[in-house]
């Protein structure tokens, strides 16, 4: 073992006799006193199927540490269900859980001098929040991801989550009655695992398996296969192994990282919540990272995989076609990825790869072949004009009208928008607006998923826009505009929008405009004035006063 360990300090220091006294009352005996003390985070919680898997895979992980040679020390850390929460007044929860999450690793593992952290987590924030602390602490560490859920079926159809979202939609607008309503509902989520297509969840195990912050091939697997918790287990001889050589999360954590994981987003169609959670962690690690890199990586790689939510498939289909490692090849064979980037286990990306094959198996169509992408370029666009100065992000690929320009329909809130839609106020041709839902107007940045979904249900998708200061679910598709900054409550021009105005979402020229004059604009701005808080007490009141602007990843410690 290295002679640096931090846990030393506590084990072998000064207050040498009370530290080990605490410590034997936790199961040390005298030969553990010269190991590594590693923290192993838990993410398991009843709240959500996400992660109600995950005791498992720490009681697998925890052996495993222990087996290494290592001395785990567990302690648990939170989740909320973006799901769950969708559409209520907690989902302005959920950004802030990433802060709480990473907020609390970095407290127990800096507190307690840990040598090395095994976070395991299943819900979307869990896997950013982990890496924000990581990144933070620069200790030895690995993710490992809960797993992804099976998909449901109905009338021979795959069903997520998803379907339940858009089925309220569709029976809304007496598209199917309230029998088959209930039946998707019952059936859309089968067991334990995140959100089965290429959503937020899925989107960032898939980025940190690229990034060689977890296990090839971990981030596709289920939550419920045998593998699962084999893979658990085996990240715990890999961080052991880390610790002995001090590979830490900066030497990962490059900037060669946050390329490879932005390729590898582009290529599956992953999450638009992809484009805050990288920002985020770069700005922890000190990697220069800027909301237009996704756009300059966006036009150089193809979209390979037909994936959910506006494709065929989910996560558990690709892990059958070859998961994120076939992709990943691909990439590097047309020289689209750092093949030298380090990982976790020492060895480079390209090493990893050696015997993966450059073409995927011509036995699947969930992977495309090079030659025939679903897209040439990829899905994530960042959006500019005189609405978003800072930028905003949008999912372009697949939609039937890259150019909408129309009517402004103002919502100053999420809950007012859906209401409208189900009430059939909003026609083809209307851009929605809902805002006030930014990091700090909502405060929390809200996921918009309800009212996407009851227009997808609706049969307005390929007809109506929609922006917003808020965010959108991974599981979101159409001509949807999220993240524009700056946001109402900072004066953004979002904030000066009136019912009626004409707005245009340009995709191919990545332009998002209001169209009035500059000098019509500047007296709007003049005669703005801020809202009061929505919160005064608490975590959202802190949230509100501390998070920076979407474009810069929606940090906490910008300005500190």
Sequence with gaps: MPDNLRSQAITQGIQRSPNRAMLRAVGFGDADFTKPIVGLANGFSTITPCNMGIDGLAARAEAGLKTAGAMPQKFG??????????????????????????????????????????????????????MIAMARLNIPAIFVYGGTIKPGHYNGKDLTVVSSFEAVGQYSAGRIDEAELTAIEQNACPGAGSCGGMFTANTMSSAFEAMGMSLMYSSTMAAEDPEKADSAEKSAFVLVEAIRKQILPSQILTRKAFENAIAVIMAVGGSTNSVLHLLAIAHTIGVTLTIDDFETIRGRIPVLCDLKPSGRYVATDLHKAGGIPQVMKMLLTHGLLHGDALTITGQTVAELLADVPEEPRADQDVIRPWHNPMYAQGHLAILKGNLAAEGAVAKITGVKKPIITGPARVFESEEECLAAILDKKIQAGDVIVIRYEGPKGGPGMREMLAPTSAIIGAGLGDSVGLITDGRFSGGTYGMVVGHVAPEAAVGGAIALVREGDTITIDAPARKLELQISDEELDRRRADWQPRAPRYVKGVLAKYAKLVSSSSVGAVTDLQL
Excluded: F, H, W
Aim: charged letters at 20%.
């Design 77 to 130: 850390t939170i989740t909320i269900s973006d799901g769950i929460s969708m559409g209520t007044e907690g989902m302005k929860y959920s950004l802030v859980s990433r802060e709480v999450i990473a907020d609390s690793i970095e407290t127990v593992c800096g507190g307690q001098s840990m040598d090395g952290v095994l976070a395991i987590g299943g819900c979307d924030k869990n896997m950013p929040g982990a």
